[in-house]
T-cell receptor, first 113, second 112 residues
Framework: GDSVTQMEGPVTLSEEAFLTINCTYTATGYPSLFWYVQYPGEGLQLLLK?????DKGSNKGFEATYRKETTSFHLEKGSVQVSDSAVYFCALTIKAAGNKLTFGGGTRVLVKP | EAQVTQNPRYLITVTGKKLTVTCSQN?????MSWYRQDPGLGLRQIYY???????DKGDVPEGYKVSRKEKRNFPLILESPSPNQTSLYFCASSRESNEKLFFGSGTQLSVL
């Protein structure tokens, strides 16, 4: 079946450090890829998405590029802030498979001042 | 304000006592879904609904029921809760199933 694997956390960084969260997927069809973010005590919010190969999603300084050849969608940010502390989820959905959204296990990021 | 509202926010109950978690969205979305979030397992889909009167099982449907009688509401029903259903539950909706999901604030359920 379809699955998403992302690096385990927690990831602890200092402010202004570079952040990378790895995400790889296996899918039976052609997926759309997403990154969601969950701030403490809240529900998930869409951070960015990409719907086809080589698309780059970006938002709030975060970027991720849909790499079909490596089945990856790594999340990056060049200079993190304390307010970026959250849990980040990589996810995919396949329209032909009933559009079920499959999530990775989540990566907790803690940014220290 | 566009939102997904689920209630209650916190619920403690005992094994076997039927409960319902309500979910309502005001965005006229067709797609709605329920997830449970457990440490180390991420979010797993329980049930989803593509439209009114259309529901289908997700990855972990056992022990749960849903209904979609109206477009805006998608309640989650636990007929006989058990301790392994202790979890954080999220309702979500979107205009179509492969578009941005809007999440509720979550329901923390504890079954004793």
């Amino acid at each position: 079946g379809d699955s998403v694997t992302q690096m385990e956390g927690p990831v602890t960084l200092s402010e202004e450090a570079f952040l990378t969260i790895n995400c790889t997927y296996t899918a039976t069809g052609y997926p759309s890829l997403f990154w969601y973010v969950q701030y403490p005590g809240e529900g998930l919010q869409l951070l960015l998405k990409a719907t086809k190969a080589d698309d780059k999603g970006s938002n709030k300084g975060f970027e991720a590029t849909y790499r079909k050849e490596t089945t990856s969608f790594h999340l990056e940010k060049g200079s993190v802030q304390v307010s970026d502390s959250a849990v980040y989820f990589c996810a995919l959905t396949i329209k032909a498979a009933g559009n079920k959204l499959t999530f990775g296990g989540g990566t907790r990021v803690l940014v220290k001042p | 304000e566009a939102q997904v509202t689920q209630n209650p926010r916190y619920l403690i109950t005992v094994t076997g006592k039927k409960l319902t978690v309500t979910c309502s969205q005001n965005m006229n979305h067709e797609y709605m879904s329920w997830y449970r979030q457990d440490p180390g397992l991420g979010l797993r889909q329980i049930y989803y609904s593509m439209n009114v009167e259309v529901t289908d099982k997700g990855d972990v449907p056992e022990g749960y029921k849903v209904s979609r009688k109206e477009k805006r509401n998608f309640p989650l029903i636990l007929e006989s809760p058990s301790p392994n259903q202790t979890s954080l539950y999220f309702c979500a909706s979107s205009r179509e199933s492969n578009e941005k999901l809007f999440f509720g604030s979550g329901t923390q359920l504890s079954v004793l």
